[in-house]
């Protein structure tokens, strides 16, 4: 089958690795006018189009900063003649979880990276720092509070000692974020679980930071890129397992995570420290506090979600934390490239209010 006819093809069936090629060929023709460039790659089946939030808003706001940006489909070799000055891989923490062939790819264009002296932000052998385990052990170095953490490698002997974690527990995936959690209460929960529906396993302590005042569960999100940290956002909800969809709504929680949003974060040098331990350049942390007022980290996470709050949301007032996170990223990707940094992004990141209207 020719290139062309598998492209035809692939294009009607709208996945696989020629569509996005195409996709790529014609944003780069459109936008990708820089003579110093982004070398950004991306795989065609695994959240291509994660980061276009990025790409959207410079394309309005900065189109002299989109100009940098050159896409990719991994596999990608550097051709002669190229000139990047700053190689980001946006794919998916760890990639070897989802597909070891990309792996091997994305470390074979590192190392010629490395042999160009083209910096790489977020190097792929380093994102399993930030898996449940490791990274716990990692950011417990530098002295911030993690829940204990226990690899399930021997399902047998779990389900009998529990890895030494008193109950109630939480078993959820080693790797990746998101997906299946199991809390467990009683032994004989522990002998029923579903082990075998996990790929890496392992066991957490359950640790209750409901709130003394109301009762609810508060989660914090801190956006590190390079020394800069942007507070991202404020998670409220009524259960232990707090996400984004469930929050709870009041004009009181509102304040208290515009108050959150617009200040630097309270645990800025500490979250650095952790940052630093991970080996990694970009990274969110979602902490609480526990009853007794400490920092607890529950996880990192390499690959953020960033996203607008939709025009209907009754949380429009989060876009300002967003743009100043896009901005973060915008200022870690040009100071990595030792490029200077454009005054519009340095106002943005100075002064919350310069995100009106972006």
């Not at 990692?138 to 030494?164: C, H, W, Y």
């Not at 259960?239 to 515009?258: F, I, M, N, R």
């Not at 996880?299 to 876009?319: C, D, K, M, V």
């Amino acid at each position: 089958m020719s290139q062309w006819i598998h492209l035809r093809y692939s294009l009607k069936a709208g996945v696989g690795f020629w569509p996005l090629r195409l996709h790529d060929a014609i944003q780069n023709r459109r936008f990708a006018n820089a003579e110093q460039r982004f070398l950004v790659v991306r795989h065609p089946s695994k959240n291509p189009h994660f980061y276009r939030v990025l790409l959207r808003w410079l394309e309005r706001r900065l189109p002299e900063v989109r100009a940098r940006f050159e896409l990719h489909t991994i596999p990608y070799h550097l051709r002669t003649g190229s000139h990047y000055v700053l190689h980001v891989p946006w794919l998916q923490d760890p990639v070897q979880r989802w597909s070891p062939s990309a792996f091997r790819q994305a470390n074979q264009l590192a190392a010629e990276c490395d042999e160009h002296h083209i910096p790489i932000i977020n190097r792929v052998d380093r994102l399993t720092n930030a898996t449940k385990s490791t990274g716990a052990r990692l950011i417990a170095s530098v002295g911030i509070r993690t829940p204990k953490m226990v690899q399930i490698d021997n399902p047998r002997q779990f389900r009998e000692t529990r890895g030494g974690l008193n109950l109630p527990l939480l078993v959820r995936e080693d790797w990746g974020h998101g997906g299946l959690v199991f809390r467990v209460e009683t032994a004989d929960e522990v002998r029923k679980l579903p082990l075998e529906r996990f790929s890496h396993p392992v066991a957490v302590e359950f640790v209750d930071v409901k709130s003394r005042h109301d009762g609810l569960y508060y989660k914090y999100r801190y956006v590190a890129a390079g020394d800069l940290g942007i507070a991202h956002r404020l998670h409220v909800g009524k259960h232990w397992k707090v996400k984004g969809t469930g929050d709870e709504y009041s004009p009181a929680l509102c304040d208290e995570e515009l108050a959150y949003t617009r200040s630097p974060d309270p645990n800025h040098r500490q979250l650095q420290a952790a940052r630093q331990a991970l080996g990694l350049d970009f990274v969110a942390f979602d902490y609480s506090y526990d009853p007794q007022g400490e920092l607890i980290v529950w996880e990192a996470n390499p690959y953020p979600h960033i996203h607008f709050p939709g025009p209907a949301s009754r949380r429009l007032y989060r876009r300002t934390a967003t743009i100043r996170t896009l901005a973060a990223m915008v200022h870690l990707y040009q100071r990595r490239a030792g490029l200077t940094v454009p005054s519009a992004i340095e106002d943005l990141l100075a002064d919350p209010s310069k995100a009106h209207g972006c």
